[in-house]
């Protein structure tokens, strides 16, 4: 994808909805579905439109060692494994586990405004939206605080390897190394969880037990690798497109000030008008059609998620942000089975994030107008946001 269209795909996703809104991008390969309703109804038949089309993406022929997140639900289409999954997991993304781990989240964002107003002039992706979600998931798997700062490495390693070509050979490289090391250090961390329990995720899904069954270890590897890195790399970019959008309309950010109960409606416009994750891959699992075009089974489609939430179709006017919209249904986090196990606790952190920022800070400027954007876009965002922070 050229650099011009990863800085703002909307047009060209605009473009695929009015003229061809299942199209075929990569001849001979991927197809690109652009419209809501196709991307809703396939996310909703998982038989027909199996996730596994996500391991092509994780995992490519070429990459020369396998991805562990290839075993974590999100690439499991059995209803019965994955619900057994899901259902153990699910325990620690409950109502309960996040209340206990509010207070946390509040208390890292206090200490993270107090160090972004002090210097006024920050990259708020590196000062702010990323030390929080990796302080919260240090936290979760109990995991050093000295090892924070490596999590962005990592997840950037393993998401990049969705891009590449077979000839890329530094960047598949460093995939091979970094999964080494994931493995290695994950691996010893469980080992030293089942001998001395502790008080974290880690230790509570090893002990779980859902009709009599516990998660393996390569169950347990699979998901610690996809909340290490699905779980950050969305909650980062969710932070950084909301100070990105809030220094673009300080109207916006003057309402918030003033009624903080409007920064869940907030949250749920950024997630419509800029989605962390812009595309999951799917698989036709047999011969089917979509929006009139046959795919023949083997196709491997590109839900454009990012481009469904501005469909025209379900969403008037929807490349302008407005925080008084009603909008469509939000699948900026999937649907059905396959629904992020993580969308309340991303949604807490950007939550408690505002309501601890918003009452201390009058401003928010953009310091430069070029933007750098991360080579995926399946998750996308900045790589860096220059910002002045101006205090109340």
């Known amino acids: 994808m050229s650099p011009e269209i990863r800085a703002n795909p909307y047009p060209f996703y605009a473009e695929l909805r009015r003229d061809s809104p299942v199209a075929q991008v990569d001849p001979g390969g991927l197809w690109a579905v652009s419209r809501y309703e196709d991307i809703l109804g396939a996310l909703k038949n998982p038989k ?12 490519p022929p070429w990459a020369g060692r396998p991805n562990p997140m290839s075993a974590s639900i999100i690439f499991m289409d059995d209803p019965k494994q ?13 109502p309960t586990a996040l209340a206990r781990l509010e207070p946390r989240i509040r208390a890292v964002a206090e200490e993270l405004t107090t160090r972004v107003l002090s210097r006024r002039q920050v990259d708020f992706v590196e000062d702010f939206a990323l030390p929080l979600p990796a302080s919260v998931i240090g936290t979760l798997m109990g995991l050093e605080p000295e090892l924070y700062p490596r999590f962005k490495q990592w997840s950037d390693d393993i ?29 010893e961390v469980i080992a030293r969880r089942r ?15 859902i009709e009599g069954e516990a998660l393996t270890d390569k169950d347990l590897m699979g998901f610690l690798f996809l909340l290490l890195v699905a779980g950050l790399e969305t909650t980062v970019h969710l932070l950084g497109n909301s100070a990105r959008l809030l220094a673009e309309h300080p109207d916006v950010l003057a309402r918030l000030r003033a009624d903080r ?22 698989l036709c699992t047999e011969d ?31 490349d302008r942000f407005s925080l008084d919209r009603k909008g469509p249904h939000n699948m900026a ?28 800070c009058s401003a928010l400027a953009r310091r430069s107008e070029a933007l750098e954007w991360n080579l995926s876009m399946t998750v996308r965002g900045v790589r860096a946001l220059p910002l002045e922070v101006r205090p109340a």
């Not at 027909?48 to 995992?59: I, K, N, P, Q, V």
């Not at 077979?166 to 493995?183: I, K, N, S, W």
């Open 159 to 187: 998401v990049a390897v969705s891009v590449t070509q077979p000839g890329d050979t530094e960047l598949l490289a460093q995939y091979r190394r970094t999964v080494d090391e994931m493995e290695q250090y994950l691996s």
């Open 82 to 94: 994955h619900g057994r999954l899901r259902g153990l997991i699910n325990r620690a993304f409950g």
């Open 333 to 360: 986090f999937g649907h059905g089975m396959h629904f992020c196990l993580g969308a309340a606790l991303a949604r807490m952190e950007g939550r408690v994030a505002l309501e601890v920022l918003l009452p201390q």
């Open 48 to 59: 027909l439109f199996s996730s596994a089309g996500l391991r092509l993406a994780a995992e």
């Open 288 to 318: 089917t059609t979509l929006a009139g075009v046959s795919l023949p089974r083997g196709s491997v489609l590109a839900l454009l998620l990012a481009s469904g939430l501005r469909d025209e179709r379900y969403c008037a006017d929807g």
């Open 261 to 282: 109960a409007l920064i869940p409606a907030f949250l749920e416009e950024v997630l419509r008008f800029e989605p962390p994750v812009h595309s999951t891959m799917r």
């Open 195 to 209: 001998k001395t329990p502790g008080d974290d995720m880690v230790s509570d899904l090893l002990s779980s037990r």
